[in-house]
């Protein structure tokens, strides 16, 4: 196996050996999908008839727990990094006949995946067992591969700028339950306007990827909290969410260079 297979290998295995943050990360969403699930469609003033065969509570909220916490996933990544390469780790990673950057790519790739695997459970978990319905497969899995890439950028560059851990996991809490309040979803009002509208829409990559999904399917037709649905929305907003894997991709290459690990 080559440089670049251990070092990959070594890190996801560092991060589902740590199986209280793997549970976590799995039972918040997945409780939560439970929880809403739980109340019929009455009770948020739908149809009942509107999925026959499918919990509609469960529908909605599945995509959203999925994407959202991709960012919670993502932030494994910084965990590892700054105790490696910035903390006590430091010193053997410097003694050791490899190049900074051969240890962080295959940790940024080991990341990427374990947030995707992550995903996939949780959605195997509501398909199977909670009744969800997710649309497109196609588009359900091109969706989770570029939120799970955005939050895995951002994060690296958060890496790269910010010096101290502290500072970097408050900013990914901010980042994350941010995503969860501008989405609409944590029931914080933000007003019938036209930009509260834009920001459930296109605000996040949580909003992107949520609508991306739920246009998928059958639900196309159905307006989803009086926003209209559009022909097509879920391919443009894939087309935005890639557009954001390349800026930050160039974003976190400039950083790169210009900051030294």
């Known amino acids: 196996m080559n440089n670049f297979g251990m070092i990959f290998t070594h890190y996801l295995k560092r991060f589902f050996r740590k199986w209280s943050e793997v549970v976590l990360l799995l ?91 992550l995903g996939v459970i949780i959605v195997a978990v509501g398909v199977l067992f909670l009744n969800a319905y997710v649309g497109n497969f196609f588009i359900l899995a091109v969706v989770l591969l570029l939120v799970s890439m955005i939050a895995t950028l951002l994060y690296m560059i958060i890496f790269l700028l910010v010096k101290k851990s502290g500072t970097a996991n408050a900013l990914i809490y901010i980042i994350s339950f941010g995503q969860f309040i501008l989405s609409g979803f944590l029931f914080v009002p933000l007003g019938d306007n036209a930009v509260s509208r834009f920001l459930m829409t296109y605000g996040t990559p949580l909003s992107l990827g949520n609508r991306a999904i739920t246009y998928s399917g059958s639900l196309r037709e159905i307006a989803l909290m009086g926003l209209p649905m559009r022909e097509g929305q879920d391919i443009f907003n894939i087309g935005i969410l890639a557009a954001i894997v390349l800026v930050l991709a160039i974003v976190m290459l400039i950083v790169g260079r210009k900051k030294k690990i």
């Open 27 to 117: 039972a918040i969403p997945i409780g939560l999908v439970i929880l809403y699930s739980l109340f019929d469609d009455a009770f948020f003033g739908g149809p009942i008839d509107l999925l026959p065969g499918y919990n509609l509570q469960a529908t909605f909220t599945l995509p959203i727990m999925m994407l959202g916490f991709q960012f919670f996933a993502g932030s494994t990544l910084l965990t590892y990094l700054y105790p490696d390469i910035r903390g006590e780790m430091n010193w053997r990673l410097r003694a050791a006949p490899l190049s900074v950057l051969s240890f962080v790519v295959p940790a940024f790739v080991a990341n990427w995946l374990f947030t995707i695997l």
